[in-house]
């Protein structure tokens, strides 16, 4: 069994690593430390689960699960991020996600959400699931979490500058950050509020009244 783990964090995929060679005994792994180099492994039929972290160099939020269905319809996708599991997996989940699953969590429940996801079924907190069964079923009352988006005041001043045409390069350096911490923003902005590209991050943007121009 082959298995891509995408994420940055050395510590990370080894822990991943790690943990999967305990579960299964004939597996293989591909490792990329950002999304650009993770793209070209997509439409590999070989891969039975991708382990995608959200805060990628080069990611672009849900739309790289939308990328990854693109290329391969079957595949299975494990989120696997340090942000909050009940702001961001509704979103990953919609986008076309199998599971979501936060960093901080112990390796014994990391180890079913994996298993859950081979199984062919779907891992997310119980909390999620409730979410997600108010939204679909149209309860009335339900909360959308694509209602309202809560951006910190970094993340809104690096929208704006996207938004205005910088470069993530450009804005690092306006900002004297790194590269990959502006990277980190772009993903994380993209992902709270749903967008794939610029234009539409520029529209929904303008929808929920966070930038006017």
Known sequence: MKVLIVDDHFMIRNSMKFMLQDLYSEIEFIEEDNYYNAERHFSNPDIALIILDIDIPGGTGTNMVKQIRAARNDARILICSASDEEQMA???????????????????????????????KRYVSADVQRQLLEVFSGRHGAVNPFASVRLSVREKQVMHLLLEGKWVKEIAAMLNVQANTISTFKSRIFSKLGASSLFDLEKKAKEKGLYHK
Request: proline share 3%; charged share 20%; net charge negative.
């Open 90 to 120: 509704i979103h990953y989940i919609v986008a076309g996600a199998d599971g979501y699953l936060e960093k901080s969590v112990d390796p014994q429940e990391a180890a079913r959400g994996v298993a859950t996801v081979l199984n062919g």
